[in-house]
C-alpha cells in the first residue's frame, strides 16, 4: 500500500508567504496611524475631565497640543485649525477633525480620516 502525501507545496507556501507579507507591511504602515489616534482620544478626555471653566479657545487648544506631546502626537499631524469648539444645548464640545496620508508603496497612498468630540465640562469663555 502507497501512502499519500498531503502538505503545502513550496510554490503554494511562497504565495500564503507573500499574501501575508503583503498585510504585514499594510499594518505596519497603518497602526502607528490608529495609536496616534488613540493619544489625541486620551488628550481630549484629559482636557475635557479638568475642567475648562473661563478658559478661551486659543487656552485649550494650547493644552490639548501640549497633553499630545505626552502622548506621541506628532506636531505636523493636528494643525490648530483641526480642533474647534462646538457650542449646542448650553454645552461646548471639544471637536478634533483631521486627515492623515500614509504613502504605501509607490504611487499608492493611505487616506486616513480620523474625527472625535468630547463634551467640556464648565464654561468656556469667548
Known amino acids: 500500500m502507497k501512502a499519500k502525501q498531503s502538505g503545502i ?16 507591511y499594510m499594518a505596519m504602515k497603518l ?3 490608529y495609536s496616534e489616534y488613540m493619544g489625541v482620544s486620551k488628550a481630549m478626555t484629559q482636557i475635557a ?3 475648562t471653566e473661563g478658559k478661551t479657545l486659543d487656552d485649550i487648544r494650547r493644552d490639548l497640543m501640549f ?3 505626552f502622548q506621541y502626537v506628532d506636531d505636523s499631524t493636528i ?4 480642533i474647534t469648539l462646538v457650542r449646542a444645548n448650553n454645552s461646548a ?8 496620508v500614509i504613502p ?7 487616506l486616513l480620516h480620523f474625527e472625535k468630540s468630547v463634551q467640556l465640562q464648565g464654561n468656556v469663555g469667548q
Open 9 to 24: 507545496t513550496l510554490i503554494g507556501f511562497l504565495i500564503v508567504l507573500i499574501v501575508l507579507g503583503f498585510f504585514g
Open 31 to 33: 497602526v502607528p496611524a
Open 49 to 51: 475631565s479638568s475642567g
Open 67 to 69: 497633553k499630545m506631546g
Open 79 to 82: 494643525k490648530p485649525k483641526d
Open 93 to 100: 464640545q471639544l471637536h478634533v477633525e483631521y486627515d492623515k
Open 104 to 110: 504605501f508603496m509607490y504611487n499608492i497612498s493611505f
